[in-house]
């Protein structure tokens, strides 16, 4: 592969890797338009300044369109997504042989007990789908993006 379409890539994985971009695209894989509150639900965990500013920058790429009905995948967004739906299967046979490990809290019993210790479990991706908690690594202190 050539600089140029190593450049090309990097560009493309730019815009892809920030934070909720990818579940963007996904809850609009399968074509039907969503309002701006469905596209959050669908996404799951979103708050709306990242939303916004995921929207924004898919529609700069011109992967992501907004008509009268909601917010839609362009055709280059659904050649990437085509182009992407070899990942479903993958991941749910990587994510059968490989459970996430979540770690769950242990209560305390005691009333000057320190901090509970950590328990991890292991679990099956579809009980642990949920993001982790916390900022979004593309906010500041403040939460704004």
Known sequence: MSSKDNAA?????ERLECRYAMRVLWALRDGHPQTFRLLQDSVGGITPNTLNTRIK???EAGMLDHGSDGYTVTPVGLDLLKRLSDVQ???????ATHPRKVVVR???TGSHASAPAPVVASTPD??????AGGP???TTSNGTP
């Open 136 to 138: 979004s690594p593309d």
């Open 89 to 95: 299967p993958f991941a749910v046979r990587w994510a």
């Open 9 to 13: 890539v990097n560009q493309l994985f």
């Open 57 to 59: 920058e898919l529609r």
């Open 126 to 131: 579809s009980e642990a789908s949920a993001p």
């Open 106 to 108: 242990a209560s305390s």
